[in-house]
C-alpha cells in the first residue's frame, strides 16, 4: 500500500484548506484510514479517522466542528476539509492506513505511512 499526501500550504489564520491522500494498493478500500500531525515540539498525534466504509469517522477534540474527514472509496481517495485553521494546527500532516475496518487513534497501529504534507498557518 502507498500513500501520497497532498494540498497543504501556507494559510492565514481563519482560512480553509483541503487535504487528499491517494491511496494505491491491493485491498486498501477495506482498511480504515487516518489523519495524524507532527511538529518539532510535539509528538505524531492523532487528528482524524474514517472506517474502511466510511459510514464512521471521528475526529480529535480541539479540531472538532472546524475539521471533516472523508473518503472516495471508487477513487481510492482521503480527504480532510480544514476550516477556521489556527496557528496551533501547524504541523506536518500524515495519512495512514491500517490493515482492518475500524480505525484507532493510536498511530502505532497503522500499518502505512505516507510522506506527510505541511500544513502552515501564519499571519
Known amino acids: 500500500v502507498t500513500l501520497v499526501e497532498s494540498g497543504g500550504g501556507l494559510v492565514q489564520p481563519g482560512g480553509s484548506l483541503r487535504l487528499s491522500c491517494a491511496a494505491s494498493g491491493s485491498g486498501v478500500g477495506g482498511y480504515a484510514m487516518g489523519w495524524f500531525r507532527q511538529t518539532s515540539r510535539r509528538a505524531r498525534e492523532f487528528v482524524a479517522a474514517?472506517?474502511?466504509?466510511?459510514?464512521?469517522?471521528l475526529v480529535e477534540n480541539s479540531v472538532e466542528g472546524r475539521f471533516a474527514i472523508s473518503r472516495d472509496n471508487a477513487e481510492n481517495m482521503m480527504y480532510l476539509q480544514m476550516n477556521n485553521l489556527r496557528p496551533e494546527d501547524t504541523g506536518r500532516y500524515y495519512c495512514a492506513a491500517i490493515n482492518r475496518g475500524w480505525y484507532s487513534e493510536r498511530p502505532s497501529e497503522y500499518d502505512y505511512w505516507g510522506q506527510g504534507t505541511q500544513v502552515i498557518v501564519s499571519s
Open positions: 474514517i472506517s474502511a466504509s466510511g459510514g464512521s469517522t
